[in-house]
């Protein structure tokens, strides 16, 4: 069965720095990965996504990095603005099915 | 921008007592999903259709829970009895077929119902 973990339960960044957050999984075969954030009372809200064939996958300020050999996924915000501050969810993905890690609080600092 | 509706937005019930939410997915979208998010913890899937019909129902507590999607667009879950570890957000997500195609099958949720079971 499909794990993914998140370890770190909340970063404090500094605003304009690079907030990193990191995601590790057991298994990655023909899959994929998402990262997902999540203001208070909202829903989450897809950021950006990885295949498990690919390394790097990149959109603005948000970057994706897949170690393959670790098994870890982390997502790259550069530079970190206020507006980051939410919790984030890595998640795995195998056909139509989504298993979520338990999320990271994210905090910029003005 | 196409959203995925949800009701109520914020439900407090007692023990005991039934509760329901409704899901309205993003149109054309086949595939919904019901989540439940405990304080802490990451979006847990309690159950997906595709179109009307029930494709992972596993992790859905059935002899409390249930849910339908009658014509294979809106959906309703019910929590009958709701019991205090009930209490946490309900997510409704959608997909259509072509993301998943794609290769990566991206989920858009709606804002959640929050429930608080006393």
């Known amino acids: 069965d499909q794990q993914v973990k998140q370890n770190s339960p909340s970063l404090s960044v500094q605003e304009g720095r690079i907030s990193i957050l990191n995601c590790d999984y057991t298994?990655?075969?023909?899959?994929?990965f998402l990262w997902y954030k999540k203001y208070p009372a909202e829903g989450p809200t897809f950021l950006i996504s990885?295949?498990?064939?690919?390394d790097k996958n990149e959109d603005g300020r948000f970057t994706v990095f897949l170690n393959k050999s670790a098994k870890h996924l982390s997502l790259h915000i550069v530079p970190s603005q206020p507006g980051d501050s939410a919790v984030y969810f890595c998640?795995?993905?195998?056909?139509?099915?989504?298993?979520f890690g338990t999320g990271t609080r994210l905090t910029i600092i003005p | 921008e196409a959203e995925v509706a949800q009701s109520p937005r914020y439900k407090i019930t007692e023990k005991s007592q039934a509760v329901a939410f409704w899901c309205d997915p993003i149109?054309?979208?086949?595939?919904l999903y019901w989540y439940r998010q405990i304080l802490g913890q990451g979006p847990e899937l309690l159950v997906q259709?595709?179109?009307?019909?029930?494709?992972?129902d596993s992790q859905l507590p059935k002899d409390r829970f249930s849910a339908e999607r009658l014509k294979g667009v809106d959906s309703t879950l019910k929590i009958q009895p709701a019991e205090l570890g009930d209490s946490a957000m309900y997510l409704c997500?959608?997909?259509?077929?072509?993301?998943?195609?794609?290769?990566?099958?991206?989920?858009?949720f709606g804002a959640g119902s929050r429930l608080t079971v006393l």
């Open positions: 997500a959608s997909s259509s077929r072509e993301t998943v195609l794609s290769g990566a099958n991206v989920l858009t």
């Open positions: 298994n990655s075969m023909f899959d994929y």
């Open positions: 990885i295949s498990s064939i690919k």
């Open positions: 998640a795995h993905g195998r056909y139509e099915k989504l298993t």
């Open positions: 149109s054309g979208h086949a595939t």
């Open positions: 259709f595709q179109d009307e019909s029930v494709v992972d």
